[in-house]
């Protein structure tokens, strides 16, 4: 493997889910796969779970890591190629993926959507051009577009936690005081179009999302009848995709808050969110400090996705 964005990257799904399953059970049994190799964790902006199961990951495969916050002690980076440098960015990033990359074996890399250019986001430029211009593996901490070791791990919590062999699993927006990026509810989308489960997408009008990820899912606009039977309910907020509205906020509706109300609606469903979520705004108090809530061990499977996917690449190496 040499590259993860997008669901189809880990080929056969349900392979992938046993494969992480089976390295929970013994998450040091490829130790010897990572010595003398190093893995570099990238940021471009902020992260508490993706910080540490990445590394996490890494030395459980016996890999050296490193981890540079690039907005926190390094040189400001110029992104777009063409431009006067004489602002407040010192280097470009053009030079400053082979240094990184001449210092390491993988890459993983977290550069969230800037909303400022929507092609710029969606063609996910930054993350291209580090698979372009680093000549190693890289993959997606959350790039402009998708999260996928996000996805991942909510995949392999539902496994967990399904009992019945087809559940229905909601992907609710829900409400928050700033702009959000698509990123994982576009991955969410893409892993649920991949598994077997009844997928169902609400949210209120105008908060579509891109079709690439969507692919044909069902978008049922009433959140009360998509939460009917759920056996699963994820929550995230999102700010719009569609033009002319790309990252804006149309709406902070609290009636779309997921309370023990809206849980009743469901078939006793589990609760999910892939944190960090603001308390009653996204979710009250009592959801997500319920019996039902998957928010913590679903947390914790951030550490089995990321160590499948570096496994897969470090064997290919
Ligand atoms: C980010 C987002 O919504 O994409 C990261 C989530 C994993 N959340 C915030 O910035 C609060
Ligand atoms: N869920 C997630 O990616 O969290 P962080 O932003 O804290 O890494």
Same mark, same amino acid.
């Given at each position: ?41 990238? /940021?471009? =902006? ?7 199961? +990445?590394?996490?990951? @890494?030395?459980? $495969? ?128 893409? /892993?649920? =179009? ?7 997408? +609400?949210?209120?009008? @105008?908060?579509? $999302? ?108």
């Amino acid at each position: 493997m040499r590259k993860l964005l997008m669901a189809q990257d880990l080929g056969d799904l349900n392979k992938a889910v046993q494969e992480a399953l089976e390295i929970k059970k013994n998450r040091y049994a490829y130790k010897h796969l990572g010595e003398n190799k190093t893995l570099l964790c990238v /940021f471009f =902006n902020n992260s508490l779970r993706t910080r540490l199961s +990445t590394q996490k990951a @890494g030395m459980n $495969l016996g890999m050296n890591t490193m981890v540079l916050d690039v907005n926190q002690g390094a040189w400001k980076l110029e992104t777009e190629r063409g431009v006067v440098m004489d602002g407040d960015k010192s280097e470009h990033l053009l030079e400053a993926i082979p240094v990184m990359a001449s210092f390491c074996d993988v890459i993983g890399v977290r550069s969230f959507a800037n909303f400022q250019n929507k092609e710029f986001d969606y063609q996910e430029t930054i993350l291209n051009q580090f698979i372009k211009y680093s000549g190693k593996p890289v993959f997606s901490m959350e790039s402009a577009t998708a999260h996928p070791l996000q996805a991942f791990a909510d995949l392999i919590t539902i496994e967990e936690y399904k009992k019945k062999e087809r559940p229905k699993v909601v992907l609710t927006w829900a409400p928050h005081p700033r702009a959000l990026p698509q990123a994982v509810p576009n991955s969410f989308a893409d /892993f649920m =179009n991949e598994a077997n489960v009844d997928f169902v997408i +609400t949210h209120p009008k @105008g908060y579509e $999302l891109c079709d690439k990820f969507v692919r044909g899912a069902k978008v049922e606009y009433d959140q009360d009848k998509a939460l009917e039977g759920a056996d699963f309910v994820y929550a995230k907020n999102w700010s719009a995709y569609q033009d002319p509205n790309y990252g804006q906020i149309l709406s902070k509706d609290m009636s779309w808050t997921v309370s023990t109300e809206k849980m009743a609606l469901t078939d006793n469903a589990y609760f999910m969110h892939c944190l960090p979520v603001r308390r009653n705004m996204i979710v009250t108090d009592d959801v997500i400090e319920s019996p039902q809530s998957l928010v913590i061990p679903e947390a914790a499977n951030r550490e089995i996705s990321a160590e499948t996917v570096i496994k897969r690449i470090l064997e290919k190496l």
